[in-house]
């Protein structure tokens, strides 16, 4: 148990405390923004479902997500989950190349829209998607929007297929959630991560 005090029990807190400063030097962020989790999966359903529920609790009602239609199934069963709870989702075309159309992303955007989830590489034909030119436009929206009293929009990668393989360094990439996978990456199976950019308001799936 590494939240007991027994020697045993420290050297557990030492490791899993190491290993989370050394994920966070890679990813160019700090160690208390590096959440553990059971895989890919389960960081991306606390990235989405996480950020729905923070922003519901705030506006007292369901808001927009903006994602591509050729992401992995722990995003998209996860959108069509939040469809049946009242949340609009919008799905920006890619081209025949899987590329991301991102004048057409930008013009999805409405009030309400809370989060952006593109994936870093995708898992079957390995594109990979513009996303430091999606987090510097988001940057800049977002001022604008602060500046009129809008929220946040909130920008999620599923990195799970770039590790090990792109850069990663989250500031460069202008994210606010980043999801890895350890099985990727020649980790133990049945690991994941959730980078969570500090001031990202999200609310735990798991309780105690």
């Known amino acids: 148990n590494p939240s007991a005090l027994y ?38 359903n606390l ?3 996480g950020a729905a529920q ?15 239609p050729i992401e992995h199934h722990s995003v998209l069963h996860v959108v069509d989950a939040l469809k049946q709870w009242g949340w609009k989702v919008s799905y920006a075309p890619v081209d025949k190349t899987g590329t991301v159309d991102l004048a057409a992303l930008k013009k999805l955007v409405k009030r309400d829209t809370a989060l952006v ?17 999606i987090g510097k436009w988001l940057t800049g929206l977002n001022k604008a929007r602060v500046q009129k ?3 946040r929009i909130l ?7 770039a590790g090990g393989a792109l850069d990663l360094d989250v500031n460069q990439l202008k994210v606010d959630l980043l999801t890895l996978n350890g099985s990727k990456v020649y980790g133990p199976k049945q690991i994941g991560i959730l980078y969570i950019r500090s001031g990202a308001q999200i609310q735990p799936l798991i309780h105690g």
């Open 54 to 68: 923070a922003y519901q609790k705030l506006h007292r009602k369901p808001g927009h997500i903006i994602t591509t």
């Open 7 to 44: 020697k045993s029990g420290r050297d557990a807190h030492n490791s899993i405390s190491g290993a989370r400063s050394s994920i966070a030097k890679i990813l160019n962020g700090k160690p208390s923004e590096i959440i553990f989790t059971a895989g890919g999966t389960e960081s991306n």
């Open 155 to 161: 920008f999620h990668t599923d990195a799970c297929q």
């Open 117 to 133: 989830s593109v994936m870093y590489a995708n898992n079957e034909i390995g594109t990979i998607e513009p996303i430091t030119e």
């Open 47 to 49: 990235a989405l479902l």
């Open 149 to 151: 009293g809008l929220n």
